[in-house]
């Protein structure tokens, strides 16, 4: 048998981390993959004139996003601006009635309010006509942001390291990245001590891991100095938080499985500003009432969920590009319910809601061989607003273009088939092959040291070939769990196959050897920690 280090070196250099210096930085503690951020295009005129407004006693308001990802970047830049000025607004845009990015009432309103200068973080970028209104009523405006743009732009002082004009080394910050970054620069113009920046953080982490970016560069720096500091306790918002939701040590998956979904749910359900509060404050009393509703709001989005999705699916249909108008479902939720939908048909998805006036909101989730945001770009001309990624997009609609859209979406569908026959092919893949023997403390040790683990850097997926099964014992009520140890010459491992044991059963009772995926999981018990490995896929063998 290899040893673990052996084993993981391979893992790393199959995803790109070959040389030493490559493999001490990803593995390290501490460290130093970050970038000034004065190379982010227009920083440096983005932050002078934030400063210069903030020396004239102007009213700034940041505005932000409704996600983990607008939150957090809100949280940032206020924690940042308020050690140098107290005239200072916030604004996030409702979910449901006001939508994604800026907005004409939106800016109405903080005129109305005295602000001469908008700072919006993780949105803005294509906002051309709201900021052109913003300027009309002599608002000025610096758009910080991380979205995906086109031809059309905000004409404003833009940074985000997707533009063209761009060379910062790493394009694949989240908008509290970008927001960290401006904060590192105001930090560096007027010499706040760092701990502005430290204590920061923590919010960096948590959007950055919520808005599901790529796990690597930066973005690996930024979340494991963040994570350093929620797992210290220096944020009590976040503890109580984690403690509510039974997190005992936060990591990346306790983000994104955990903290993440019960910030997002404030903008679902209610009010983002409900998880603003939270984050932002430090009183023992605000903090327990803001989990207490923060935990229920997740709930309801939970219980919401379960049923719009049994509800969608019943509408799917079986087209490449699926498109399910809902009548009933909460918007909140759209995309949680696409996203789920994709992954049960292995299809980009849409779902369409009404928003009033004969308009229909849109929120689409993809599979990685189709750019659900190149391809439905192509179609904006169909839609009064549109934006997105690769793997996502929203946008609003005229009721009576829905049949346009459909049949436009089939074509592409049709080309992308022709080009690639094999599109809709689920392929098993795996990081490394090792033996029953290999899959203890030792091997699931160095794995951890991988972590944060995300989009980018996923947990590692491990094969075991030619496996036999004893100590079978289904669990659950449905017995739709099943514990087991696999084995063979080469040594033994306990095995665990959550929510699919009824599917598998057959298999898992039959007489032939299989084929197991998976990853391996520390648990902890009463201070004993053992190894399991946790089942993704279990195969006859090949």
Avoid at 330 to 342: D, L, P, Q, S, Y
Avoid at 441 to 466: D, Q, Y
């Amino acid at each position: 048998m290899r040893n673990a280090r052996e084993i993981l070196i391979r893992i790393l250099e199959k995803r790109g981390v070959k040389t030493e210096e490559e493999i001490s930085e990803f593995l390290s503690d501490k460290p130093q993959k970050t970038y000034d951020p004065f190379l982010l295009f227009n920083m440096g005129a983005g932050v002078d004139l934030l400063l210069s407004e903030v020396k004239a006693g102007t009213k700034i308001c940041i505005y932000g996003d409704y996600d983990a990802d607008g939150v957090t970047s809100l949280c940032i830049l206020y924690s940042v601006l308020r050690q140098l000025t107290d005239n200072i607004i916030r604004y996030i845009p409702s979910r449901t009635e006001e939508g994604y990015g800026l907005n004409m009432e939106a800016v109405e309103k903080i005129h109305r309010a005295g602000a001469g200068l908008i700072v919006t973080v993780d949105c803005g970028s294509v906002s051309r006509r709201e900021v052109e209104r913003a300027g009309e009523l002599g608002i000025k405006v610096i758009v910080t942001d991380h979205h995906t743009i086109d031809d059309v732009r905000a004409d404003c002082i833009l940074i985000n390291p997707k533009q063209k004009e761009c060379t910062y080394p790493f394009k694949d910050l989240a908008g509290c990245g970008v927001a960290f970054k401006m904060a590192q620069a105001i930090q560096k113009k007027t010499g706040l001590p760092k701990r502005a920046l430290t204590d920061v953080l923590d919010m960096a982490a948590i959007g950055t891991v919520g808005d599901i970016v790529s796990l690597t560069d930066e973005n690996r720096t930024i979340v494991k100095y963040g994570l350093k500091m929620i797992n210290s306790g220096r944020r009590t918002s976040v503890s109580k938080l984690a403690e509510a939701i039974s997190l005992d040590r936060v990591t990346s998956e306790g983000i994104a499985y955990g903290i993440a979904p019960h910030i997002n749910a404030a903008g679902r359900m209610g009010s983002a500003f409900e998880a603003v509060k939270l984050l932002s404050s430090r009183d023992e009393e605000t903090v327990s009432r803001q989990v207490d509703r923060l935990v229920e709001m997740n709930r309801q989005r939970k219980k919401q969920q379960e049923a719009a999705y049994e509800e969608c699916m019943g509408m799917a249909g079986g087209g490449d590009f699926v498109i399910i108008r809902a009548e009933n479902i909460h918007e909140g939720i759209g995309g949680i319910v696409a996203g789920k939908i994709k992954d049960a048909l292995n299809r980009p998805v849409v779902i369409v809601t009404p928003s009033g006036e004969g308009m229909l909101k849109g929120t689409g989730r993809s599979i990685p061989p189709v750019d659900i945001y190149r391809l439905l770009k192509k179609h904006s001309g169909l839609m009064e607003r549109f934006g997105g990624h690769r793997s996502a997009c929203g946008f609003l609609m005229k009721e009576e273009k829905l049949d346009s859209l459909r049949e436009a979406v089939r074509e592409e569908m049709n080309i992308l088939k022709g080009e690639n026959p094999e599109i809709f092919e689920k392929r098993i893949s795996w990081d490394a092959e090792i033996e029953p023997g290999e899959a203890g403390m030792e091997l699931a040790r160095e794995i951890e040291a991988m972590e944060p683990f995300g989009e980018g850097n996923p947990r590692p997926v491990l094969l075991m070939r030619g496996m036999r099964l004893r100590d079978i014992r289904f669990m659950g009520e449905e017995k739709n769990h099943v514990r087991f140890t696999a084995f063979s010459e080469r040594g033994q491992a306990t095995c665990v196959l959550f929510k699919r044991a009824v599917e598998k059963r057959e298999i898992i009772l039959g007489e032939r050897p299989v084929d197991l995926t998976g990853s391996l999981n520390i648990q902890s018990w009463r201070g004993r920690e053992s190894v399991q490995f946790i089942v993704e896929e279990i195969l006859p063998w090949k």
